[in-house]
Every structure is written in structure tokens, then in C-alpha cells.
């Protein structure tokens, strides 16, 4: 596999890239844990501050060094407007993310899981899944319009319920 791209363009969105997390970022993180939807429907912590901001900003970017996964900006012209990313287990790659109100409502979430599963299926991956929280309605629309599929219930491990997503990829080929 290829090292992870350090930049995506989503060009269907002119001036919005996504950029790879670096340790400077660490106020995305922040941000979005104030953001009153946010940690109820995803794994921000809804405690978090400053220090721990900084410290999950270092680690995203250790992952993404060693290869583990990487988190990216969702960047418009400057202004961090969310982070969206994938991470490797035994099973394959999940991709997550996560959007200040500011930037929803726009596909750029859409647009962002189509281009990292793009990159992914032209790696040679052949499947990639995604974890929504139930009663995740918008989130399950994201997994829905990406092609995902429902492959089964789960348990974060908090015990909230969740249900897994899966997607098939297909090697692109010369004239994708």
C-alpha cells in the first residue's frame, strides 16, 4: 500500500480540500467537541479540552506516520470546518468523520467517504466499513448515499448500540 495521500481534492467542492491532521490542528478537535450534536453521535469525547485536544491531534498524527489510519481536515479556503479519516483494523479500514454545522448540509461529507474509499479500492482494498450510532439519522444517509450497506448490530463500547456498515470496492481501472 501506498503512504497515505497527505491531500484530496473533492472537486466538486472548489476551494474545499482535505489536508492531513497535524499536531497545529489540535483546535478542530476542540471545536468539534463543542458542537452540541457531536460527541452524543460520534467518538469525541464530550470532555475534552485543550491539553486533550493536543494529545489527540499528536496521536492521529502517530497513526497516520506508522500507518495505522489517518485523520484529515476538512478544509474550506482556510477554515478547519471538520475532520473525516479512516482507520485500519484485522478487518479492513472504517472510514468516520465528523462536521461543525457550518460545513453541513453541503455533500461534503459525501464527497470526502467517496474520495477516501476511491483511494482505498485503487490500494487494493476490497471492502471498507463504517460504524454509525442508531438514531444516527443523517449519518446513515452519508452510508446510504456512498453505497454502504447494513451488515450488522453492534455495541460501542460504552454500550450505546451501533450498526455496522459495509461497502465493496472494485479496483479502478485505467479509465476511471
Known amino acids: 500500500m501506498d503512504s497515505f495521500p497527505l491531500r484530496l481534492d473533492l472537486r ?30 460520534t467518538m469525541y469525547p464530550a470532555d475534552l ?9 499528536q ?36 472510514v468516520f468523520y465528523a462536521l461543525r454545522p457550518e460545513g453541513r448540509g453541503r455533500g461534503l461529507i459525501t464527497a470526502a467517504v467517496t474520495a477516501l474509499t476511491g483511494w482505498l ?11 454509525t450510532l442508531d438514531g444516527n439519522a443523517a449519518s446513515e444517509a452519508v452510508a446510504t ?5 447494513r451488515f450488522r448490530s453492534g455495541t460501542y463500547v460504552d454500550g450505546r448500540p451501533l450498526t455496522v456498515w459495509t461497502r465493496g470496492l472494485s479496483t479502478p481501472t485505467a479509465a476511471d
Do not use: M
Not at 479500492?121 to 460504524?131: K, R
Open 121 to 131: 479500492a485503487g490500494q487494493g482494498e476490497t471492502v471498507v466499513w463504517l460504524s
Open 12 to 41: 466538486a467542492h472548489p476551494g474545499v480540500v482535505l489536508r492531513r491532521l497535524e499536531e497545529d490542528d489540535w483546535a478542530i478537535e476542540l471545536q468539534l467537541t463543542r458542537v452540541d450534536d457531536v460527541p452524543p453521535w
Open 49 to 57: 479540552d485543550e491539553d486533550g485536544a493536543r494529545l489527540r491531534a
Open 145 to 149: 448515499r456512498c453505497g454502504f450497506r
Open 59 to 94: 496521536r492521529n498524527v502517530r497513526a497516520a506516520d506508522a500507518g495505522h489510519g489517518i485523520r484529515y481536515v476538512v478544509d474550506e479556503q482556510g477554515d478547519a470546518l471538520g475532520t473525516v479519516g479512516f482507520g485500519k483494523s484485522d478487518d479492513g479500514f472504517e
